[in-house]
């Protein structure tokens, strides 16, 4: 069956200062292509780079119309990028990777079959050998141990800037913030849920510095109990909150009462109530579960207002006259 695709694969390159590796890039990309016959393009997302990465990419246009640029005012981040990128590729496979040479174009020929001839909505790359210093691939480590088991997602490196999409997978979720490493999360909370890995090559960054710190991590881990929340309870607020702050009222009104009871039948003469620790705690425990249960109210009127709410991935429809 003829594809309804005009091209066989995107490739997205999300960059900041990455000038001197863009050519190499480039004629490495262009020969991968060509030897296996794909028609494709590729996308440099120009992250607000302060060196000379934009003209570089203006010039590999000019000899290779199948190169793309796409450039931001200022840095605005790799999420930010690679949506910009989402909604401009055209291919039928998506295919993402850094643009510092540590990720292999050799790898794109059986990326683009697992996704075309195996049906997977995602193959997320995974860097065995790593050439990286201890002190980021231990605590990656952690992150992708914690973010697996959290998650469900039987993944190794959900770090990694090499994977490959189904297009429709890069068309219906949203990236933001940091959440560029999650997109497989995020895409499996919205149906997308053939998600595999494959060993690729990781080489030694050859120009430059890494862009990234050890804060990344910790944003990674509030970024993974965000996504976890909000995929999970943002059409029905309402069970997140409400049961929250019913829970925590409830362990209040225990306090409370038995406090009550103490005082009344048991300490007639004892310590006045204002005097116990555990009534203000029984009293802040109270007001926190009548407020956790109000937002949760207060949500589900937003939500059930707005115009998403029931807006359903649908996979094929047919038989429809």
């Known amino acids: ?5 005009p091209i066989d694969i995107s490739v997205i390159i999300p960059l900041y200062n990455e000038e001197e590796s863009l050519p190499e890039l480039a004629a490495w990309i262009e020969r991968v292509m060509s030897q296996n016959g794909y028609s494709y393009e590729v996308i440099f997302v120009n992250d607000g780079s302060s060196d000379n990465s934009w003209q570089v990419i ?9 190169f793309k640029g796409i450039s931001f005012n200022r840095n605005y981040g790799k999420s930010a990028a690679l949506n910009m990128g989402f909604k401009a590729c055209k291919g039928e496979v998506v295919i993402t990777m850094d ?20 049906g997977f909505h995602i193959v997320s790359g995974w860097k065995q050998k790593r050439y990286d210093p201890i002190m980021k691939t231990l605590p990656s480590k952690l992150f992708n141990a914690v973010t697996s088991y959290m998650s469900g997602i ?8 090499l994977k490959a999409y189904q297009n429709k997978v890069v068309k219906t979720v949203d990236v933001y913030g940091e959440m560029h490493r999650y997109i497989p999360v995020i895409a499996k909370w919205a149906g997308f849920n053939k998600i595999t890995e494959k060993p690729v090559v990781h080489q030694a960054r050859k120009y430059g510095v890494t862009k990234f710190g050890l804060e990344r991590f910790i944003y990674g881990f509030l970024d993974l109990m965000s996504i976890m929340v909000v995929s999970k309870f943002k059409k029905r607020p309402m069970h997140f909150f409400g049961a929250l702050g019913t829970l ?26 204002s005097d116990r620790t555990e009534f203000y705690l029984a009293l802040v425990s109270m007001l926190m579960g009548l407020q956790f249960f109000l937002t949760g109210f207060v949500a589900e009127l937003i939500s059930r207002s707005s115009s998403s709410r029931n807006s359903y991935l649908v996979e094929e429809k047919k038989g429809w006259g």
């Open 248 to 273: 925590m009222f409830f362990v209040g009104f225990s306090f409370s009462l038995y406090l009550g009871i103490d005082k009344l039948f048991i300490h007639t003469r004892g310590v006045k109530l």
């Open 1 to 5: 069956m003829a594809s309804h695709f």
């Open 58 to 66: 203006q010039d590999l246009r000019k000899k290779n119309l199948n």
């Open 99 to 118: 643009a510092d040479l540590q990720d292999s174009p050799d790898e794109i020929p059986e990326l683009f079959a697992l996704i075309k001839e195996k």
């Open 154 to 161: 039987k993944l190794h490196d959900f770090n990694c800037g």
